[in-house]
């Protein structure tokens, strides 16, 4: 991920995060979910977005519980972040990693008999924050409905095999939140109820964004939201509640009238049968503008949408702007590829026959990065 972005006038396209819209998300999160935590998923550098900005925003929001996948991303957190918040290692300890877990305040998620045998050594005589994590539907990561049966069964509910284990959360994850009248929700639901009565008391934790929307039933103590912090709709049957934070708007660097027929790229996909005008935008699958956009996207320009034509290539996306008004037309102007006046997050991914968060953690570094909050422009340190 980048931690340099290249100065504007040297960037080919702007990328705008906007903190304020990240910091309204979380606070509408919150109050959907109270009395629950609400907790943020800032894996993957926060979808691509920039943890060392996301985490330290969302902090000043109040939140205090937060969730990474891998080791180094906590350990780039909780730089960020200071002391104080929880932050959460979802993939758990792998071997050999204990003491990066302690020197950083990490708690790691424990996801199966070994790391939990692990992190209780690791404990000694002392004890260690844990989360627990069953899996209850994903065949992916967790226990096994009989792995927690088994710890259930174990001396005094298996407090003993837990013992050294500071238990603050026992959490699962939902395969189809997104799909509201899914069975498996609610098999999933009862499942981690079950789990949750059978072992030592701990605060329970199922719902990610999509979950939240499933009612409170879903909510337990803590939610874990990701996605929809960023803006992303996780009600994707209706319409999108959450504020827009990220825009792109990458700039025309030459227009080409056509006036005989002629093709347009790579592989003559496309073919300009009478005059039209194609504006070259320097943007491409490199920067993560998807090439299966090719023919598909959409940007808009004036107010006017207008295609994609031919295929994405690396560094360059070609568009048919003769829809749009002349003027609007020259080398510097601006198009909306991504929020704004252009296609959303969601119609960006759904046109490329993928989902938001492919699009966002696709975000490439060559964009000039800009983060804003509220009115005031905010450059940043990174
Ligand atoms: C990524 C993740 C989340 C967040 O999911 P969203 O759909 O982005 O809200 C929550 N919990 C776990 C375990 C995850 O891996």
Redesign the pocket.
């Known amino acids: 991920m980048p931690t340099t972005s290249p100065a504007l006038e040297q960037a080919g396209a702007i990328l705008e995060i906007d903190l304020g819209a990240l910091g309204a998300n979380y606070e509408n999160l919150r109050q959907r979910s109270a009395p629950a935590e609400c907790a943020a998923?800032v894996?993957a550098d926060a979808?691509g977005l920039g943890a060392a900005r996301v985490g330290p925003k969302l902090a000043a929001m109040g939140c205090r519980t937060f969730?990474v996948?891998h080791l180094a991303e906590g350990i780039a957190l909780r730089r960020a972040l200071g002391p104080g918040p929880s932050v959460y290692v979802?993939n758990g300890p792998l071997p050999e990693t204990d003491s990066d877990f302690l020197a950083h305040d990490l708690t790691p998620v424990l996801n199966s008999p070994q790391q939990l045998e692990q992190w209780r050594r690791a404990a000694g005589d002392k004890s260690l924050a844990a989360a627990l994590?069953i899996d209850t539907g994903m065949a992916r990561l967790g226990l096994t409905a009989n792995e927690a049966g088994e710890l259930a069964a174990g001396p005094r509910r298996g407090t003993e095999r837990l013992a050294g284990l500071d238990l603050q959360f026992i959490?699962s994850?939902l395969a189809c939140?997104d799909q509201p009248g899914h069975a498996l929700n609610r098999a999933q639901r009862q499942s981690f109820e079950s789990h949750l009565a059978a072992l030592p008391p701990a605060r329970g934790s199922l719902a990610?964004?999509?979950g939240i929307f499933l009612g409170p039933a879903y909510h337990f103590d803590l939610v874990?939201?990701?996605?929809?912090l960023y803006g992303?709709n996780?009600t994707p049957d209706r319409a999108n509640p959450m504020a827009e934070v990220v825009r792109l708007r990458g700039r025309i660097i030459q227009v080409r009238e056509i006036d005989t027929p002629e093709s347009v790229g790579y592989g003559a996909t496309y073919r300009a049968a009478g005059p039209r005008r194609i504006a070259t935008v320097p943007v491409g699958y490199a920067d993560g503008y998807l090439r299966a956009l090719s023919g598909q996207g959409v940007a808009n320009i004036a107010g006017i949408s207008v295609p994609i034509v031919g295929r994405v290539s690396m560094d360059l996306i070609t568009l048919d702007v003769t829809a749009a008004p002349r003027e609007a037309i020259h080398p510097g102007a601006l198009v909306d590829l991504i929020g704004g006046a252009g296609p959303s997050l969601d119609d960006v991914a759904a046109n490329a026959g993928t989902i938001g968060?492919e699009i966002l953690t696709a975000l490439g570094g060559r964009y000039h990065r800009r983060y804003l909050d509220g009115a005031e422009e905010d450059q940043g340190h990174d």
């Open positions: 998923v894996k979808y969730f996948a979802l994590h959490i994850h939140a990610n964004s999509s874990r939201p990701g996605i929809a992303g996780p968060y």
